[in-house]
Each structure stands twice: as structure tokens, then as C-alpha cells.
């Protein structure tokens, strides 16, 4: 990749844009994991949406909820690790959009729609999870792991091995 199409500033601002995108993820994995007792049941039994039914479902059902909770909190933190470290960065930025995503379909800011819990502002449509999903777009779009971050370390010990075979 040519990395001389943006300007240094350009990709240091990239590179800290995937950084604290990561520290959000992995600060709120960690965060429900150290809290020991966290469970997505309250925020599973708030949707209304065209899912409501499924997720309530899922709320309800403990072994599905123990599941839900474990791949929410390790997907947080791994998610955040990747996208921090810039290791299998585009998955990472993957993963981040579809969790996200969930959230959003889960409990989306839409006209008529009034949970129980207060949000942190008044939103329609687009709220601080439309944001990050676009934000990770534009990471998944231009590779900052191949200027700074343990991908371009592999990518740079995979090419030498390959040299070697060869």
C-alpha cells in the first residue's frame, strides 16, 4: 500500500482515531467483567424494536443469557485489543461494526420509542453507536495496521518466511 497518499498528520490522526476507538471497547469489556455480576438482561428486556420478542427472549432464557453475556464482554475486550494493538485490525473493526449494530437494532433512538433507562441525549436515528460504526467503517476502508500496529510487524515476518521458502 502506498502509504505517501495521506500525510503523516492524516495517518496519526487515523492511528489515534483506532486507538481510542479500541480503548472504549476494551475499557467496557473489562469494565463488565470486573463488575463480576453484569448481565445484558436489562438491556435485552428495553427493546421495542422489529427484534423486541427475540431479544426479551433471549433475556429470559439463562443459558442463552449467560452465552450473550460472556461473547458480549470478551468480544468488547478482544475487539478492543485488536483495533489498540492493530492485530487482525480488520476483523477487529469488523466485529466492532456488527456488535454495534446489535445494540443499535437492539434499542434504536427513534421517534415514539421511550425506554426506562435515561439516554445520555436527545437522538434520532443517529446516536454515539451510528458514530463509532461509521467511524470503524473508515478505519476498515484505509489500513492503519499497515503503518503502525503488530499487522504490519506479521505481514513484514510473513514476507520474510515466504522469501526464505523461495
Same mark, same amino acid.
Request: glycine share 8%; with cysteine.
Given at each position: ?62 443459558? /442463552? !443469557?449467560?452465552? %450473550? ?5 470478551? &468480544? #468488547?475486550? $478482544?475487539?478492543?485489543?485488536? +483495533? ?53 467503517? /473508515? !478505519?476498515?476502508? %484505509? ?5 503502525? &500496529? #503488530?499487522? $504490519?510487524?506479521?505481514?513484514? +515476518? ?9
Amino acid at each position: 500500500m502506498n502509504t505517501k497518499l495521506l500525510s503523516t498528520f492524516q495517518w496519526i490522526t487515523l492511528i489515534l482515531l483506532r486507538m481510542i476507538i479500541g480503548w472504549h471497547f476494551l475499557y467496557e469489556g473489562l469494565a463488565k467483567l470486573l463488575k463480576g455480576n453484569w448481565s445484558a438482561y436489562g438491556f435485552l428486556m428495553e427493546s421495542k424494536w422489529i427484534f423486541a420478542d427475540l431479544f426479551r427472549w433471549m433475556a429470559t432464557q439463562p443459558t /442463552v !443469557l449467560q452465552i %450473550i453475556n460472556v461473547v458480549n464482554i470478551w &468480544g #468488547l475486550i $478482544l475487539i478492543g485489543l485488536g +483495533l489498540m494493538l492493530g492485530i487482525f485490525t480488520r476483523l477487529a473493526a469488523v466485529g466492532g461494526i456488527l456488535i454495534i449494530a446489535l445494540y443499535y437494532v437492539c434499542n434504536p433512538p427513534l421517534v415514539g420509542l421511550f425506554y426506562s433507562i435515561p439516554a445520555e441525549g436527545n437522538y434520532i436515528f443517529i446516536n454515539k453507536n451510528v458514530v463509532e460504526m461509521a467511524a470503524l467503517l /473508515v !478505519l476498515l476502508a %484505509i489500513p492503519t495496521q499497515r503503518v503502525a &500496529g #503488530l499487522d $504490519l510487524l506479521l505481514a513484514k +515476518l510473513l514476507q520474510q518466511s515466504s522469501r526464505k521458502k523461495n
